[in-house]
């Protein structure tokens, strides 16, 4: 089809209208994007500049670097511990909500409260609760005569600490999320279910589950990238350690790129770092969407 | 001795069956999602009832709960120890900005999206969608990079101008914009209203709710930033709520009562958006999992 005079004028007047938005994504993310792809292949000074051609060298490096590895195996650990259990929960407590009593939003406004909750400010209280002789949480452990880890001091404990705090940071939208998709169920469903024999566990496995499994699945997407993005709970909890033990990918990016001044290496990190993104957002886009049940 | 009788007997005694039955587990329920809401909200009820404790009382074991002798001081100590103050300025200016930034771009890209017809408007739509499989910390080096060379380092623009666009926004709008009736938009034409003006005196005002939506998204998101303003800001008056909060972590002692109040004070502006937005905020979340 070639393009008429009025094709391309209305082109224009599109394009008038979209150009704020457009400038904005060009100069913020489509050129960054283009630039850490090339980044990855340059040696750089500390300032940044690029001095000379390095091929795939970067990447060489990341495939036999040990810390590069246990990174992946600490980002890895971080989304099992985080997300699984972060949706089951968010499910039970979303379930609970979605009853039809008097004043049932105080309680759904208390449960989503931390939707509002910087990542930094749930960190800087769990720092707190995670203290080995000021916080709460290891004096509830002794009630029932369990001695409380070092939290942010052992290596295997420390990952599950920022889990635990990510948790309770995505709580809130995990909840709504399933709420408002179980309020989606027709009632019709579980009066005919009910009429089948359907009770309990039985109804929740058989029918809740399978009705919320667009929402499972979104949250399942959204966390897990929401994980490998995750910076401030590390940051401020344990800054990538104890030896390396919560150094992920994202925190390695800025150990690299901010502290180390290695651009070059930290964007072969970044380029990892957008594919891991990328193909989970085209697994939802069309792997999941297809199998799982709609209405 | 008639039916009648045995039958209201009987369904007296059912009514009584019922009637207690129904309470108690209303109550239970109740009783639940108290215990179970407190537990979800307990870190942020500690957060300030420890606000209002002295470091000396914090230090006893057991670990307090409830302050013996609750005081304002941690407050005033903060605001001598940072300057809170600025950072909240600091904060409602980049996030406003962002705001207004996000809700002009937006709506006049979602405009050219929903009433425009043009080659090529699809390819387009899917350029803006793909920017949120993009994560913006794999391009944050490139992003510093721009920022130390315009000179952007430790000010306002640094912090908004990259983040004055937003595909999810743009969508949430289309998709508003889109229920607006076509005779409007036909009517308008006719009265040889201009485009511009048509979009500022129609479609702006009928689709408020879900303007609303991505204003909250926006500030929220904005607000509750980490990452970049730790990377483009060094000076102390440019820090925003979030680092600014966040220093008094690395300080040589940690005073937790101070830390505390310092959280609550930077907390309270997000919760007061939660509780006045909620429906907005729900809106904004729930769009990308139900299908529309």
Request: glycine share 6%.
């Amino acid at each position: 089809m070639r393009w008429t005079a009025r094709d391309l004028r209305s082109l224009a007047v599109g394009l008038a209208y979209l150009a704020p938005a457009l400038f904005i994504f060009v100069v913020f993310v489509f050129i960054p994007l283009g630039r850490t792809f090339y980044l990855s292949f340059y040696n750089t000074r500390s300032t940044g500049l690029v001095t000379t051609f390095n091929g795939i060298d970067h990447y060489i490096d990341l495939i036999t670097s040990q810390t590069f590895r246990s990174g992946l195996v600490a980002t890895g650990l971080f989304a099992l511990y985080t997300v699984p259990l972060g949706i089951a929960l968010g499910l039970v407590l979303a379930v609970l909500l979605n009853q039809r009593l008097r004043g049932i939003n105080i309680f759904r406004t208390m449960m989503a409260s931390t939707i509002a909750i910087s990542a930094a400010v749930g960190s800087l209280i769990w720092l707190l609760l995670f203290n080995p002789s000021l916080g709460l949480l290891n004096y509830v452990l002794s009630l029932f005569g369990v001695r409380g880890p070092e939290w942010l001091i052992q290596p295997a404990i420390a990952i599950i600490a920022v889990s635990i705090t990510t948790i309770w940071l995505t709580l809130g939208t995990n909840i709504i999320v399933l709420l408002s998709g179980l309020q989606g169920i027709p009632e019709e469903v579980y009066e005919a279910a009910r009429l089948d024999g359907a009770r309990g566990v039985r109804m929740f496995t058989r029918i809740t589950i399978p009705m919320v499994s667009p929402s499972l699945f979104f949250l399942l997407v959204v966390d897990t990238v929401a994980v490998l993005q995750a910076f401030t709970q590390i940051h401020l909890l344990t800054r990538g350690g104890p030896v390396d033990a919560t150094r992920t990918l994202v925190y390695s990016i800025y150990l690299d790129a901010f502290q180390n001044f290695q651009f070059g290496f930290a964007s072969a990190e970044s380029v990892v770092l957008f594919v891991l993104v990328l193909v989970l957002t085209l697994i939802q886009f069309r792997f999941v969407e297809r199998r799982v049940h709609y209405q | 001795m008639s039916a009648t009788t045995v039958q209201g007997t009987r369904a007296v005694a059912l009514q009584r069956q019922r009637r207690p039955a129904l309470p108690v587990r209303k109550v239970g329920s109740y009783v639940l999602l108290a215990v179970v809401a407190i537990l979800v909200a307990f870190p942020l009820l500690l957060a300030l009832s420890y606000s209002f404790m002295s470091e000396s009382e914090i230090a006893t074991f057991p670990p307090p709960v409830l302050p013996m002798h609750p005081s304002l001081d941690n407050y005033q100590k903060v605001l001598g120890a940072i300057p809170i103050g600025r950072y909240l300025l600091n904060s409602f200016i980049v996030s406003t900005a962002v705001v207004i930034g996000q809700l002009v771009t937006a709506s006049l890209a979602a405009y050219a999206f929903s009433f425009l017809v043009f080659r090529g408007r699809q390819v387009l739509f899917f350029l803006f969608l793909s920017t949120l499989m993009i994560p913006w910390e794999a391009t944050i080096i490139p992003n510093y990079m721009t920022i130390r060379t315009l000179g952007w380092l430790d000010t306002y623009q640094g912090l908004a101008v990259p983040f004055m666009a937003t595909a999810f926004g743009t969508f949430l709008l289309r998709q508003a914009f889109m229920q607006i009736p076509r005779e409007l938009w036909d009517a308008a034409r006719i009265d040889g209203s201009t485009t511009l003006r048509f979009l500022r005196d129609v479609v702006v005002p009928l689709s408020r709710p879900a303007l609303g939506t991505v204003a909250i998204y926006g500030f929220l998101s904005t607000y509750n930033q980490y990452f970049w303003p730790l990377l483009i800001t060094n000076e102390t008056l440019m820090r925003t709520t979030q680092v600014g909060i966040a220093q008094l972590r690395f300080e040589e002692s940690l005073r937790w009562g101070l830390v505390m109040a310092g959280v609550i004070m930077v907390a309270v502006p997000t919760l007061a958006l939660l509780v006045l937005g909620q429906r907005q905020l729900i809106r904004g979340l729930t769009a990308g999992a139900v299908k529309g």
